[in-house]
């Protein structure tokens, strides 16, 4: 039984096009974010969501917009496709829920590769 | 802002021989520590993590971490590599007071020599 999934695992498009993936953890977590790593294997946040609620929101272009339908999913919807979006897209989920620290696991990942 | 440096981003080591892997830290609060690993292709996985007990950390793997908050650190070690060990390791903080945020480092990629 996978914890976290991600699809699609490999995403090829063209710049402009609009496209998601989709995140399921099936641990009962509360929290569940996306990452970024970039082609150096930098990895940075982008967002996270606590019970459907957007709790991190960081430096991240308005085309990206994270949706929430129940708490067990979180998807990544990004319109206008650029060169630089380009990357590895990582889905984690944790039972932290406020103040509280605990284990984020991560999906595999989804490599977007922008053309 | 809190922030994470690891030095080297490539580590190769015999089989058998010692592992270290450096992590420093920097940040206005109490931190929380973390080692993941990335094996190719994959997510990250957690190795181990410091939230303010044991100084000494023990991981997964034969890992280990010591937390030294005079020298702002947190390395990564292990006594004897395994070809196993291969992969890409990443080095976090997070500040528990607010909204959990994992910062990373750089990542390391560790290279086992037979």
């Known amino acids: 039984d996978t914890a976290v999934s991600q699809t699609p695992k490999y995403l090829v498009t063209q710049m402009g096009n609009d496209k998601s993936i989709k995140c399921e953890q099936n641990?009962?977590?509360?929290?569940m974010y996306w990452y970024k790593q970039d082609s150096k294997k930098f990895l940075k946040i982008m967002f996270s969501?606590?019970?459907?609620?957007?709790?991190i929101n960081e430096t991240v272009p308005n085309r990206f917009s994270p949706k929430s339908p129940d708490k067990a999913h979180l998807n990544l919807h990004i319109n206008s496709l650029e060169l630089g979006d380009s990357a590895v897209y990582f889905c984690?989920?944790?039972?932290?829920?406020?103040?509280?620290?605990?284990?984020?696991?991560f999906g595999p990942g989804t490599r977007l590769t922008v053309l | 802002a809190q922030s994470v440096t690891q030095l080297g981003s490539h580590v190769s080591v015999s089989e058998g021989a010692l592992v270290l892997l450096r992590c420093n830290y920097s940040?206005?609060?109490?931190?929380?520590l973390f080692w993941y690993v990335q094996y190719p292709n994959q997510g990250l996985q957690l190795l181990l993590k410091?939230?303010?007990?044991?100084?000494l950390v023990k991981g997964i793997n034969g890992f280990e971490a010591e937390f030294k908050k005079s020298e702002t650190s947190f390395h990564l070690t292990k006594p004897s590599a395994h070809m196993s060990d291969a992969a890409e390791y990443f080095c976090?903080?997070?500040?528990?007071?607010?909204?959990?945020?994992?910062?990373f480092g750089q990542g390391t990629r560790l290279t086992i020599n037979p």
């Open positions: 984690a989920s944790s039972g932290a829920s406020g103040g509280a620290v605990d284990t984020q696991y």
């Open positions: 641990l009962g977590h509360d929290t």
């Open positions: 969501y606590n019970n459907k609620e957007l709790i």
């Open positions: 940040s206005s609060v109490p931190p929380y």
């Open positions: 410091y939230t303010s007990a044991a100084t």
């Open positions: 976090a903080v997070s500040d528990a007071r607010g909204a959990q945020k994992l910062v």
